[in-house]
């Protein structure tokens, strides 16, 4: 069975860093395309950043040189780097595994940037 669950959020300052984690079980990330989604409240769910199953990464407009994802097979484990956040970049962060016709999501982190 797919399993994900997040960590790492939590408040922060503008121009601070968080680094989220994205734990699988059930599955090994490097044979999916393994993503990160976020969803501010009263807006639309938009994708964050992808990494495929041979490494190669990419990212919205919004976070292109803030944000890094990457991913550590020993630890099947998915992360996100957040630097230089920004009061917009608050929201409910999720990961999401995708396979085919198989996609698996995880309940979401809540990453707040305030002062």
């Known amino acids: 069975q797919v399993q994900l669950a997040e960590s790492g959020g939590g408040l922060v300052q503008p121009g601070g860093s968080l680094r989220l984690s994205c734990g699988a079980s059930?599955?090994?990330?490097?044979?999916?395309?393994m993503s990160w989604y976020r969803q501010a409240p009263g807006k639309e769910r938009e994708l964050v950043a992808t990494?495929?199953?041979?490494?190669?990464?990419t990212y919205a407009d919004s976070v292109k040189g803030r944000f890094t994802i990457s991913r550590d097979n020993a630890k099947n484990t998915v992360y996100l780097q957040m630097n230089s956040l920004k009061p917009e970049d608050t929201a409910v962060y999720s990961c999401?595994?995708?396979?085919?016709?198989?996609?698996?999501w995880g309940q979401g982190t809540q990453v707040t940037v305030s002062s």
């Open positions: 999401r595994a995708q396979r085919g016709f198989s996609n698996s």
């Open positions: 990494i495929t199953r041979v490494g190669d990464t």
């Open positions: 059930g599955f090994t990330v490097s044979s999916y395309v």
